[in-house]
């Protein structure tokens, strides 16, 4: 029985040293680290060091729609250029109608200073021209002469007619007293009564043509005296009128020139024809204008980088550009040259359909080096992906 309680004794003092040294080996494990854990160095997250964002391929220079100050009511006549072409400044592009019209109208003005301007020259001769006075002196006596020759004449046809119209009614009288005694028909009578009343009629005539000629003839004689008086005396008075008679048709002229130039559209700068906005026949798009103008010998980027990004966007970073669909296989490099003052809504929509179209951007134009500027010149408005790199360009 001894032996036996000995024996259990002996089992629970080697299970208690067991624990025991379990314990100890927990708590060692515990409180120190493993080698490695300490060892093991803790990598710090790469900055990042570039924007990506989208862009739009556009000239350096900004896009020119060339319009007309009254595109409501100004129709293309005839474009002289096509999509693609080079232009100089100055250069007619496109015709509006209505031209030949106002051609017509410059004709008229240019007539009318040429006339105006002959009439002052004629004023300011005044008494210099002793011919032309001498011969309206001529032309007054012929005249005078003429009123009296004429007048002879017409008196003496009034007075013929006055006769006429005397035996007339001294006929028609008698006739008429026979036909009160039955003597006669009144069909007789009334052709006496015509006679008489014909008579009548031609004295009338004749005294008409007398006064007539006698006014007409004294008209022409006063203004052949005032034209002589003209003639022999020019005063400061008379050389104002036709002098600003001039003045203003030369304004006319001028006015009439200008609204003719107005007919020509004219390039403003020289570059390439983008876009055909209006075609002959049509009336002239008062936003859009008749054509998109730029310059593209000198292209440039403008990227919308995210509000956010644009604390890490400075002028003179490097970018790097490369199409969005494969309009050009080569990477394209540039400058970051300006940083827009505007935020606005993304105007370039991404493919990537859990995009934010709402997102808040700023356009910022970065400028293509000469090569990359020679690649893309034909390529306006071509949507890219771009890369801006922190680090400054050389």
Known sequence: MQKQFARVQGYWLVLAIGCMGMGVWAVQRIAVPSRASVETPVTAPQPIRAVATLGRIEPESSIIKVSVANARDSRVNRLLVAEGDQVQAGQVIAILQGLEKQQAAVIEAENSVAIEQAKLKQVQAGSSNSSQIRAQQAAI???????????????????????????AQTTYNRYAQLFEQGAISAATLDGYRRNYRTSQTQVTEAQAELANTIATLNAQIIQAKATLNNLSEVRPVDVTVPQAQVRYAISKLASEQAELEDYYVRA??????????????????SEAGIVDLGQTDRMAVIAEVYETDVPKIKTGQRATIASENGGFTEELKGT????????????????????????????????????SSEQVAGLTYMQVRVKIHRDKAD
């Open 141 to 167: 006596v012929r005249l005078q002469a003429e009123l009296n020759t004429d007048t002879v004449a017409k008196q003496a046809s009034l007075r013929r007619a006055e006769v006429e119209l005397q035996n």
């Open 268 to 285: 403003p700068a020289a570059g390439q024809i983008l876009k055909i906005n209006t075609q002959i026949g049509e009336q002239v798009d």
């Open 336 to 371: 970051v040259e300006q940083i827009g003052l505007q935020v606005k809504k993304v105007d370039i929509l991404d493919t990537d359909p859990a995009a934010n179209s709402n997102a808040r951007v700023v356009e910022v134009k970065i400028r293509l080096d000469a090569q």
